[in-house]
């Protein structure tokens, strides 16, 4: 697929995410923006997977280990034909299958999640469990970057990188926000990437709206025999809106009427310019 092709399909899961959280009046627009790009990449050319077969034995798995940006996994299922698009104004409401954190009964999701630093606990074990069974899946798991404060996520990471889970590839979304403010202000995680090297994995720092590093980055993970792989991304939160991009207090809250219509018109103009190239 090409990078044309991926930026009108990272547009439309924006648009999802926006109007998933609009519709909920609840949610968490920030982190789901910054990740619209590797959620798109993931499920529209990286990963082995088949809406057909959702369960399919031999498929690639993704456990959200920040589950609170299931709006924009949902967007990408949806968008990659798991479920109907139109069921994304569902989110958070009453009856619905589409809750604030993934649960495994929903298309497409692998493990449900939303405590933080657990979902790569699970991922871990996927990969341990392809291992012992010689199944040649692969298994990828997205963290945020205010989650490693968790030291759970450390526990696993220890694990994975002794027992050499080289069909596991940790991503960790880099925006520098969390609910409270700057990262490194309320707990430092940093230096993400020397950390993670420290417990035996490959790391590769990335511009997480670049597509052409973004494939790059997979296909080396794939390459690295003996090591887990650390993908950090360097985002911004809120990509892709404006008003969002980058602003601390977008992490949780969902967009009024006019600030869901100003989005809105931001997207369909990208959208509008993204066609024009197409037809260039």
């Not at 692969?138 to 989650?147: A, I, K, M, Q």
């Not at 926000?177 to 309320?186: H, M, N, R, S």
């Not at 420290?198 to 790059?216: E, G, M, P, S, T």
């Not at 100003?262 to 197409?278: D, I, S």
Request: net charge negative; glycine share 8%.
């Amino acid at each position: 697929m090409n990078n044309l092709e991926l930026q009108r399909h990272a547009n439309d899961v924006r648009k999802g995410i926006v109007t998933a959280v609009h519709s909920a009046k609840s949610g968490h627009p920030g982190g789901s923006l910054s990740a619209a790009d590797v959620f798109t990449y993931l499920y529209f050319e990286e990963m082995n997977i088949d809406p057909k077969h959702p369960e399919a034995e031999d498929r690639d798995r993704f456990v959200l280990s920040k589950g609170h940006t299931a709006p924009g996994l949902y967007a990408a299922l949806a968008y990659r034909g798991f479920f109907p698009v139109e069921d994304l104004v569902t989110l958070r409401k009453p009856g619905s299958y589409l809750q604030g954190h993934p649960c495994i009964n929903i298309p497409g999701v692998d493990m449900s999640s939303g405590s933080l630093g657990q979902g790569i606990s699970a991922a871990v074990g996927m990969a341990l469990g392809a291992k012992l069974d010689n199944k040649e899946f692969r298994v990828y798991t997205l963290l945020g970057d205010g989650e490693i404060q968790e030291g759970q996520v450390w526990e696993a990471a220890m694990f994975a990188g002794f027992r050499k889970l080289d069909n596991l590839c940790v991503i960790v979304d880099n925006n520098n926000l969390q609910i409270d403010g700057k990262i490194d202000e309320v707990c430092s995680p940093y230096p993400i990437d020397e950390k993670f090297k420290a417990f035996n994995f490959h790391v590769l720092n990335v511009d997480a709206h670049d597509f052409d590093a973004l494939r790059a980055a997979f296909k080396e993970a794939k390459e690295v025999k003996g090591q887990p792989t650390c993908i950090v991304l360097h985002s911004v939160k809120g990509k892709g809106v404006s008003f969002m991009e980058d602003v601390a207090d977008w992490h949780g809250k969902a967009p009024n009427d006019e600030e869901y219509a100003v989005a809105m018109a931001e997207l369909e103009e990208r959208e509008a310019e993204l066609r024009k190239a197409g037809e260039a």
